[in-house]
């Protein structure tokens, strides 16, 4: 194990803000995909369900 | 009743066994199976990037040289690799479709360009927050960082294509003429560490060579590099099933998954 304490990890031995801002980044644009993708797919639903005059529920 | 206007496109169950594989061409039998197969990828990608991050953090060892700011290699090296491999296969997909009329390729090539997108930026991103601390700097205009940048706007540009034709068919040929042109970037991304005097190094993965790495760090690096690939695979099958759903509205079959409000 490469690391002694908590803060010894977060420090990166001294490059925190390269390693981090690197992993980080990654973790927020995969959120933003995935709530691209959900948003995306529920307009995608209710164009439907206008276009078809099917129930729309609670989203009237 | 518009889908089976096009051979591809019409009822599964007529097709011949001859062609039976092609019956996967056609977004009516691929959108329940896409549905199904997304989450196994899914979970795949998540199980891939818990071990690779352990392995990366916590059992590769610090680098002799580069200290702790090596470990960017975990991100950086499979996010290249993605974008590279991911508009192969978009322009694949899009050239299939340009070549056999197939509705369902055009989709799919849509359906990859965002995730590449995605994994040229953050390539490009890391290896930004990795070059400050070992280059000195944070850019610079060398081969391998100018053809990947390159590729950024490749898939960009495929995409702005795209959404400015309103006729999907339409915008898909003109999409694939942009994509097949751009694969010549890709060697060239691959290449330009050998055939151009780049501050980039030289590949640290190579299948002629043994590799330069410890161990650890290789399996890392795999890992990250298959939990990626899972990654995209998965969003690639949900984004497709939202592209089919919005390209296929009038088709009659779709009735079946429209899906009460929640």
């Given amino acids: 194990m490469t690391w002694g304490s908590l803060n010894d990890f977060l420090a990166m031995g001294g490059y925190a803000l390269y390693v981090w801002g690197s992993y980080g980044m990654t973790a927020l644009l995969v959120v933003i995909e995935l709530m691209a993708l959900r948003t995306r797919r529920h307009r995608a639903m209710n164009e439907l369900r206008r276009a078809r005059g099917a129930p729309d529920g609670s989203m009237r | ?262």
């Fill in chain 2, 1 to 262: 009743m518009l889908n089976s206007i096009h051979p591809l496109g019409g009822d599964p169950a007529n097709a011949g066994a001859r062609s039976s594989w092609f019956k996967y061409a056609s977004p009516q039998t691929f959108y329940p199976l896409a549905g199904s197969l997304a989450p196994w990828f899914a979970w795949a990608a998540a199980i891939l990037m818990l071990g690779g991050l352990y392995v990366g953090f916590f059992v590769a060892p610090t680098d002799q040289q580069q200290g702790e700011s090596y470990r960017i290699i975990f991100i950086h090296v499979p996010a290249a690799w993605m974008s590279m491999f991911l508009y192969v296969v978009m322009a694949c997909w899009a050239g299939i479709g340009l070549a056999f009329n197939t509705r369902l390729s055009g989709m799919m090539a849509s359906a990859i360009a965002p995730t590449g997108a995605l994994f040229t930026f953050l390539a490009l991103w890391t290896g930004s927050l990795w070059g400050k601390p070992t280059w000195g700097t944070w850019w610079v205009w060398d081969a391998r960082l100018t053809s990947e940048l390159i590729l950024l706007f490749l898939y960009f540009g495929f995409m702005a294509l795209q959404a400015a034709i309103d006729d999907p068919r339409r915008a898909d040929r003109a999409g694939a003429v942009l994509a097949l042109v751009g694969v010549v970037n890709v060697p060239i991304i691959y290449f330009s560490v050998q055939w151009w005097n780049t501050l980039h190094q030289g590949a640290s993965v190579s299948l002629i060579r043994a590799p330069t790495m410890a161990a650890t760090m290789l399996t890392g690096m795999l890992l990250m590099a298959l939990a990626f690939w899972m990654y995209s695979i998965a969003v690639t099958l949900l984004r497709v099933r939202s592209v089919i759903l919005e390209r296929e509205r009038r088709a009659d079959w779709i009735g079946q998954y429209v899906e009460r409000a929640a």
